[in-house]
């Protein structure tokens, strides 16, 4: 990555801490040159940066309108019936996350809640970077099915995610049904876990579309710190 710094002259008698002193008053030129410090002194990340994260759960617990609301797609629109997925489908979209607004297409990766293609979680789990786990709240037996899926993905290979990088999102399509107790055991209780809504009109979804975009910049973020993380300790490792 690389780093973009402008460093300005400010005359001998001012500073930038007496530009932002609003008992004074400044000009338009002023202002401009405050706010060229304050953009210009922060690493800038330009290239593109590739995030894969696996969508998970049981069949019918919303994840494929979830992805599908997420990236915006004509199919979340329609409003179509329920479609089984095969396997999995890959959804793509470009998001700008963090402090310094890096660049990321975010591959979605909406699995199948068919136990029958458990067998593929080791392929679909390949370079994986991040893992949402998705359940029907309004279901009684979903958070014990999303627990076997949760042990299937650790034989599967990606157990070694770690905590920061693994949410868990109940989705509710009924904004009127009852509000369940989470009842996750062991070591799902420790993720990170949210409610949204999802009427299954998606223009009344939006709310709850919103916060499940933010959890996916917060986990793309997540992942992209712990990304950068290991790179800079492999670069102290290599210089001793």
Known sequence: SSEFVVFLELPRQDSANS?????????????????????YSFPQHSEMIDVKICLVGPSMSGKTYLSRLLAETAAAQENSMYEPTAACRIQELDRKVGQYNDRVNVQLWDCSGDPKYQ????????????????????SENQE?????????????????????????????????????????????????????????????????????????????????????????????????
Do not use: F
């Open 119 to 138: 067998s593929c979680l080791p392929a679909i789990a390949k370079d994986v970077n991040g893992l949402v786990l998705c359940y029907n709240c309004e």
């Open 144 to 240: 014990q099915e999303l627990e076997k899926w949760y042990q299937a993905l650790a034989s599967a290979g990606m157990g070694n995610l770690v905590t920061s990088l693994v949410r868990i999102i109940a989705i509710k399509l009924s904004p009127g049904a009852p509000r369940r107790e989470y009842g996750m055991q062991g070591k799902m209780k420790k993720l990170h876990h949210v409610t949204v809504v999802l009427p299954p009109n998606p223009q009344d979804a939006r709310e709850g579309t919103y916060q499940a975009l933010q959890e996916l910049d917060n986990l793309a973020e997540a992942i992209i710190a712990r990304r950068r993380e290991k790179e800079q300790q492999a670069a102290e490792g290599g210089t001793h």
């Open 19 to 39: 530009l932002l002193d609003t008992s004074k008053t400044r000009t338009s030129d002023d202002i401009l040159l405050v706010l060229s410090v304050l953009v």
